[in-house]
């Protein structure tokens, strides 16, 4: 009798702890990494396919595109996050990208500065130091301080991509997070910086460009010029997860598109 209730005991165990990892199974992870800018975007679809999926884990570690380039190309994420295009050398790696959105580059200075709008071309003079004083373009007599972000970040390479001034970048001070350009542009009255349209915040002033602000009509009609891409980076040859998969699937889909817009960028779809 002893014997017959150790046996019942121990089926109700296993099978206990067989039911417990099919739900864990069943819920699944995924992991993301990379673009500070993308962190509005990517967090907003994650929580929401979080809501969706009882169960799933879904993180985002904000590393900065390179890194998340490279994280998704040693296998240490699912997805990499990135804002700007693959390099042909890092597609021939192996890596896929997809792009998922479109964002403005703002260009942001201190709530004091005057100066509302700056042409591409004076955007470029100053950044590489041909113009150093506010007053040469309508503002104080103020030396410019140039705040930009650190090499391999995916704002800086979309920012000097578009104002050709790769290399030629005299920056005071480069900064590893688009928080901290913010911050430092919101506390610097001669500062400039340039950060995602989708994190721009209430205590800097963001200046137009060619006459143009970065909004998502803009963006997505082209007009506002000083713009990237939002990118997924994937492995080429090697199958996601299947709680990865339906992530990806899930955040490409026209259903995501209102999440994508309710956190200032423009969707794809």
């Known amino acids: 009798m002893k014997r017959n209730i150790g046996i019942l005991l121990m089926t109700v165990m296993t099978a206990g702890l067989l039911f417990g990892c099919g739900q864990k199974e069943e819920g699944g992870s995924v992991s993301t990494d990379g673009s500070t800018s993308m962190e509005k975007v990517i967090g907003a679809l994650g929580e929401a396919f979080e809501g969706e999926n009882q169960g799933v884990t879904f993180t985002y ?67 590489t130091g041909e113009i150093s004083n506010w007053k040469d373009i309508g503002g104080a007599d103020q030396e410019i301080v140039l705040i930009g972000r650190e090499a391999g970040s995916g704002t800086r390479d979309g920012f000097e991509s578009v104002t050709e001034t790769e290399d030629a970048c005299k920056y005071r001070q480069e900064l590893t997070s688009t928080g901290d350009v913010i911050t430092t542009v919101a506390g610097n009255p001669g ?62 889909s026209e259903d995501a598109a209102e999440i994508i817009s309710g956190a200032g960028a423009v969707p794809v779809n």
Do not use: H, W
């Open 61 to 127: 570690n904000p590393t900065g595109s390179g890194t998340g380039i490279q994280a998704v190309s040693e296998g240490r994420c699912d997805i990499g996050l990135s804002s700007r295009s693959l390099t042909d050398e890092e597609k021939g790696q192996g890596l896929t990208e997809t792009v998922l959105a479109y964002d403005g580059i703002a260009l942001i200075v201190n709530p004091e500065n005057p100066v509302e709008d700056l042409s591409m071309e004076t955007a470029a003079k100053i950044y």
């Open 191 to 252: 500062a400039i910086g340039y950060v995602s349209l989708a994190s721009v915040s209430d205590n800097v002033k963001v200046v137009s460009v060619n006459g143009v602000m970065p909004e998502e009509k803009t963006v997505k009609d082209k007009s506002y010029v000083l713009q990237r891409p939002f990118v997924l980076v994937t492995k080429t040859d090697q199958e996601l997860s299947e709680t990865a998969q339906k992530f990806f699937g899930y955040i490409t």
